[in-house]
Each structure stands twice: as structure tokens, then as C-alpha cells.
């Protein structure tokens, strides 16, 4: 949850409407149920509350950026509203219709879930709520919890299924997939079927110890040690390497007023090390000299201080760095928790803090409290309610040390695990019989017909520019 982004969501956007090279048999005028022939953007504006930000040409599709009205507290609506970012993938209204959220910002270029490929369906995409610009004027944190986001997603499904009329499945990865799971628990008999991808679930805050036994076995021998060696040498040259920092620090205009200190971002980037390698990196990659020297002892000042900002980001602890996701921070110290881990291969003299509690990163005058039963509660519901539910893991991401599990009381849900990937595990990584299961029940809970389901295989054509993505470049140590 805490690795360097790499690199942001673009907000330069094309404004209009579809050009002639992007239109498609869905860019045509659709009916709209009474007969009637109406444009689809006339039909999404036609919406209370929704307004239109731009449109972007695609062919096959229509690509809508809207604004939608959302009351701050859904529990007294009369309190205010702010302006929620969500998009639209317009396939076709006689098309199933996927409901994505990433749990955090939207992004303003069409792309495609794998879900949204497997149907050949539409996807409506929504920016979590006080991630901006969805976020309410002035911001009254405590409107920012798991209730009132899927409350969120409950009035953009209500709103748009009177559009989209057929199936809805709702799907996010890691944060997104946690989303898509609250969503579920609060609101049931919204969507017809599950895809969560990588989502964390920590139950109980205090108890860690499933992530050290991960990181005991994960991999090989070899390539642990490897990481080891270069994580212990950066804090061993901890002097040098800080006044390195310090350096980039004053050229780039960082400042460190929410971490408290240069010394504490630079402990905090150095530990998320070894589990910002595994969470966006292969076992491959391991060996690769440039981004993991091979004796860390003989390694240059400048090659540790190269592979610790390729993996873990020395820009992320600076306050120019932490502020887009104060967000994230606020629901990990209030609801979500946050892992904390071990260092048996550092001699205790060279950790100052450790593993820092969310709360460290979230500004001060932003109080937090944490609720402990807000995730145990989720938990159990999913295990004795789930239905229509799949989750998909990575063999070794480490986020999934702790994952959501099903019980008996569950009925058609399932958890999956993708051998040797990482925080991208999707279902195209499973083993090919459990690849073919699980897109035949996505299939037969977007309602398409049976023929589709026994073949199952992705109704839509692969798309490299809509459905290409490398794993969602986040801070290591954010799901």
C-alpha cells in the first residue's frame, strides 16, 4: 500500500463528442425501453443529478467522464452533497454491465476489467469518495467509511440500472476488490455476482503473523536473502544514503511535516522494500542485477540507493507524496487496519520506528480513531453469507497472506490462488481448469446465454489498449 507511484492518472483529456473514426454499432442511438430511439448520452444525462465532463471517442464504445450529486452522509442526505467522479464504457444497453471501482481515483481513459471482457459487457467506473476531486467542500472525515461508500455505489447501481437493465457484476483489485466486497455486505441484492482481485482482509489489526510467515517462504531461499542483504545495507548506510536524500529532497521541493522527520520517510521507504519487490515483481525479476544487486556488502552507495527507489520510491513519505492518498491512510487508521511485520534479518540496533502505524501518515489535524469491529464483521458475513462471490490471489503478493475465505453458509463462492504472480493476479494466471471454471460462473452470473457458459471463454475480442495493464502501480503497503 505504500510503494512510489509511478505514474499518475492523466486529466488531459479530449473534450467532445465521438468522432466518426471512433463510432461503432454502440455509438448508435439505442431505445431507450419505451420505444422511443434516445442517444445514450441523453439517456445518462437525463439522470437526476448526473452531469457530463467530457466524452472520448473509442471505437466499438461510447466513453463518458460524469459528474454525479451524492449526499455527504446517506444517512441525513438533506446535509449537503459533493460531486462524485464516475465514468462510463457504453457498450450496448442489451449488454451485462460490470460496476468497477479501484478504491481510489477513477481514471478519465477508457480501459476494460478483465470482467467487463470476459461478458462484452458496459463498465461503469467510480472515484472512491475524498479521493479528488470527489471530494465534499469542506471535507467532514468522518462521512469517509466503508457504509458510506457502498452507499455510494448503491445510488450510481439504482440510478443507472434503469439504463443497463440486464446483469450486473461488480469487480475492483486489491482496495477496489476490498470495495466491491463492503459493497456486497451492505448492499446484497444490488449486483448478481462478485470478481474481487487481491483484496487484503484484516480482522483483527493486532495479529501479524500470517505476513512474517509469508515472507519466510515466499520465493526461493536465494532471492530472499538477496532482498535481505540490500534492505539491512540501506539501513546500515543509513548516514551516506540520508544525505543523498536530503539532497533530492530540497531539488525536488519535499518536505516532511506528516511523517515528522526526513529520518523516519527514509526508515519507512527502505522497510517497504522487500514487500514493494513482491507485490509488483515476478520471482524472475529477482535476478536481475540492476534492480537487485547480487552482494548488497560490495554494492555502491548508488546502486542500493537505485534499487531501494525503483521498488520502494523515495518520493512517496514526502508530503508532496503522501497527500493523494490521505484517503487510503484515514480508512486504514480508522476501519481497514494495516499489517505490521517483523525484520528478523536486521539486528535491532539499525530500526529506529519499524513499521509505522497509518496514523502516522495522515495529517494531524485529520483525527482518527480505529474501529475494530468494522472488519470482523465483513469477515464474518462473507464466510457465512457470500454468494456469487470469487476472489482471485497471487501466489506471492504478499497482500494476500491475509484474504477473505468462504464457509459452508457460503453458496456459489470461491477464492482462487494464481501460481508464481504477484499483486496482478487475474483470471487468466489461474490453472486452466480453474481458469475455465471461474469464467463460466463470471459468465453465467452476468446472465449470458448457456452456450457462452459451457464454452467459457471471454466473450469479447482481446483489446490491447483497453484491456493491457501492468499491476496497478500503488505504494507498497496499500492494497
Known sequence: MRKALRWLLTLVVLIGTVSTAGAATAAEPEADGTGVTTDIKDQLLAVPGMSLIEEKPYTGYRFFVLNYTQPVDHRHPSKGTFQQRITVLHKDVSRPT?????????????????????????????????????????????????????????????????????????????????????????????????????????????????????????????????????????LVRREPLEKKYAQYAAAEGFTFTTVGSLDRAYEAVVLDYVWGFWQYNLLANCGDDELVPPDAKTATDDQIWNSIDTVSGFSFYTDQGLEPYTPYYYQA??????????????EKKYIRYGYQPPRNFVP????????????????????????HMLYVYGQNDPWGAERFRVDKGAKDAYVFTAPGMNHGANVAGLVADQKAFATARILAWAGVPATAVTEAKPLATFDKKLDVRDVEREPALRP
Open 98 to 234: 460490470v460496476f468497477y471501482t479501484g478504491g481510489y481515483n477513477v481514471s478519465t481513459n477508457p480501459s476494460r476489467r478483465e470482467p467487463t471482457q470476459i461478458v462484452d459487457g458496459n463498465q461503469v467506473s467510480m472515484e472512491y469518495r475524498f479521493f479528488t476531486p470527489s471530494r465534499p467542500d469542506p471535507a467532514d472525515w468522518t462521512k469517509l467509511d466503508i457504509w458510506q461508500a457502498a452507499s455510494d455505489q448503491h445510488r450510481i447501481f439504482k440510478a443507472l440500472k434503469k439504463i443497463y437493465s440486464k446483469n450486473w457484476i461488480s469487480t475492483g483489485g486489491s482496495k477496489g476488490g476490498m470495495t466491491a466486497t463492503y459493497f456486497e455486505r451492505f448492499y446484497p441484492r444490488d449486483m448478481d455476482g462478485v470478481v474481487a482481485y487481491v483484496a487484503p482482509n484484516d480482522v483483527v489489526n493486532n495479529e501479524d503473523s500470517a505476513y512474517d510467515r509469508f515472507f519466510e517462504k515466499v520465493g526461493t531461499q536465494e532471492c530472499r536473502d538477496r532482498l535481505n542483504a540490500v534492505q539491512r545495507e540501506a
Open 364 to 387: 494531524r489535524d485529520i483525527p482518527t480513531k480505529f474501529q475494530p469491529y468494522a472488519m470482523r464483521d465483513v469477515d464474518n458475513w462473507v464466510r457465512n453469507n457470500a454468494r
Open 333 to 346: 487508521a480508522t476501519q481497514l487496519g494495516a499489517p505490521t511485520i517483523r525484520f528478523p534479518h536486521i
